[in-house]
């Protein structure tokens, strides 16, 4: 089983289409996933259709639900997710005033199940408790860079807690980069996928995800863009970015 956390505290950028529509394409790829919506803003979870909650990641976090008991099925098979709403933003202020522990609560949760082949966690837009949580429980984070002007600015941001969590709790996790909301009508794009493929390397995954109205409508409808729109520019890309993921 692979955890991988989807991750970038900047707004915007393609981190909550990324985690619905790679989720949604390993499973079509016969991969057991399960997506973790650790977002109080839960828009993972309204992407894909739910609304109506009566248990949330909040109560996996602050008050010891399995999350096996949480886990909903999705109309894409086999994928799976673990809902939140916006009442998981008080677990951000409880985790603070925790004395210990307070960066590995979840780990052991999602470490403990059985029957996935991989986990993607939706994050927060700050790197907060909870973010910190999920990067501490992940092998992998993903890190979704939209191109455009000022794309690598706040990278520092996040490699450098990256770098606290390996060196404090010894967990050196892996580093991947996707370019997001590609316009390749404007130059400016354009040069900032060489801008970033030339500093970040072979840690840059090949696909860039395109400026897509399908892909920027598919949540209203509470559809992956798998479903919503399968043959559109924004599902080839995440379609090929799943079969990069599987390679890896």
């Not at 650790?38 to 739910?50: E, N, V, Y």
């Not at 639900?65 to 099925?73: E, F, P, Q, S, V």
């Not at 709403?85 to 590995?104: V, Y």
Request: contains cysteine; hydrophobic residues 45%.
């Amino acid at each position: 089983m692979q955890i991988i956390a989807i991750a970038n505290q900047k707004g915007g950028c393609g981190k909550t289409t990324t985690t619905v529509n790679l989720a949604a394409y390993l499973a079509l790829n016969g991969k057991k996933t399960l997506l973790v919506d650790l977002d109080p803003q839960g828009s993972s979870t309204r992407h894909l259709g739910l609304n109506e909650l009566d248990k949330t990641m909040y109560d996996v976090m602050m008050r010891g639900l399995d999350i096996r008991a949480l886990i909903k099925n999705t109309m894409v098979s086999d994928l799976d997710i673990a809902p939140t709403n916006n009442f998981l933003g008080k677990a951000e202020l409880e985790l603070a005033s925790k004395l210990t522990a307070r960066e590995s609560v979840l780990r052991p949760k999602l470490r403990s199940l059985e029957g996935y082949d991989y986990v993607l966690i939706d994050t927060p837009p700050t790197l907060g408790f909870l973010t910190l949580n999920a990067l501490v429980a992940s092998d992998m984070v993903l890190i979704p860079i939209q191109t455009q002007f000022f794309a690598l600015m706040g990278l520092s941001m996040i490699l450098d807690l990256l770098e606290l969590i390996k060196n404090d709790l010894g967990y050196d996790i892996q580093k991947k980069y996707l370019l997001t909301l590609f316009d390749p009508r404007t130059k400016m794009a354009k040069e900032i996928v060489t801008q970033v493929r030339e500093s970040l390397g072979e840690d840059v995954f090949k696909t860039v995800i395109p400026n897509n109205i399908r892909l920027a409508e598919a949540p209203s409808y509470g559809l992956p863009i798998s479903i919503h729109a399968p043959e559109s520019p924004g599902a080839l890309a995440y379609s090929n970015l799943a079969k990069e993921v599987i390679a890896l």
